[in-house]
């Protein structure tokens, strides 16, 4: 008996520091494989790239919208504008023009 008191004191003893050390390689591989982590910054890199493709497209998109909308201010609308619009809507043309349909 007394033989094996001195091997479950020691395993008592290295229970606290083996737990701790468990949960500190728990943290570690968190830190590196997790979806924050050191190894998900190349994805991130990448997809702000994309994104900022995107940005830049959808900007040019919303300048010409903003210009359009400009272009009809009903303080000083543009002609070739209105002529344009009315006639897509409205589906008519002169009888001397030539339509090219684009699809």
């Known amino acids: 008996m007394s033989s094996r008191k001195p091997v479950i004191k020691p395993a008592k003893q290295a229970i606290a520091p083996g737990i701790s050390l468990v949960a500190l390689l728990a943290i570690a591989a968190y830190a590196l494989l997790g979806p924050t982590g050191v190894l998900a910054w190349g994805d991130y890199r990448q ?16 300048d010409a919208l903003r210009n359009r909308v400009e272009l009809l201010d009903p303080k000083a609308v543009d002609p070739d504008l209105v002529s344009e619009l009315v006639r897509r809507e409205l589906n008519v043309a002169h009888p001397d023009e030539v339509i090219v349909p684009l699809k």
């Open 47 to 62: 997809r702000l790239e994309v994104q900022k493709v995107e940005l830049a497209r959808l900007q040019k998109q919303r």
